[in-house]
């Protein structure tokens, strides 16, 4: 996976955290993703277009409430809605920011975000993209995201010339 897809995620979760929930995010070294490890709670995104796969943002519960807290200004239970909305606002705000980082000229579109709640869920992604995993902490706990993306291969000009023919 190229580098310059990996570093956009980085500082956004920095810029987002220190930002939105005046929390600083220190960064671990990003590693390749290999077995699942279980969390409680996790934002996912996907991305289309020039690049396309998804972003997974996942937190154990105890951090996840700390979070959302601190972005709501104030206690949201776990079992709510309003609780869901903000994890999947948050991976919203990381993933546009780290799109408006990716390298100019990439045409990139992110998908509405699901929000899985449950003890101990993992989520599986496409088997044919590699995955890096970003551990971050903050002093509310560490959480990590995920990026699994690849660039879309370019599209043969003939076959693309024939297929607007097609359609003309």
């Not at 690049?51 to 943002?57: D, K, R, W, Y």
């Not at 979070?67 to 903000?86: H, I, K, S, Y």
């Given at each position: ?49 020039d ?19 601190l ?71 560490d ?26």
């Amino acid at each position: 996976m190229d580098p310059n897809f990996i570093k956009p995620f980085i500082t956004s979760i920095q810029n987002v955290f220190s930002t939105m929930l005046q929390l600083p995010v220190s960064i671990k070294d990003p590693t390749i993703k290999t077995g699942q490890q279980p969390f409680d709670v996790s934002g996912i995104i996907g991305m289309s277009g020039d690049v396309t796969g998804s972003v997974v943002l996942s937190f154990p519960r105890d951090c996840a409430e700390r979070v959302v807290a601190l972005f709501c200004g104030q206690q949201v239970a776990f079992e709510t809605a309003d609780f869901n909305d903000a994890i999947g606002e948050l991976v919203n705000m990381v993933s546009g920011n780290a799109k408006a980082l990716f390298p100019s000229g990439r045409k990139v579109s992110i998908s509405c975000p699901s929000v899985v709640v449950g003890a101990k869920h993992s989520v599986a992604r496409q088997s044919d993209v590699p995955c890096i995993q970003i551990p971050c902490v903050t002093d509310c706990g560490d959480f990590v995201i995920e990026i699994a993306i690849k660039q879309r291969a370019a599209a043969d000009p003939a076959s693309t010339d024939a297929a607007a023919t097609a359609k003309a």
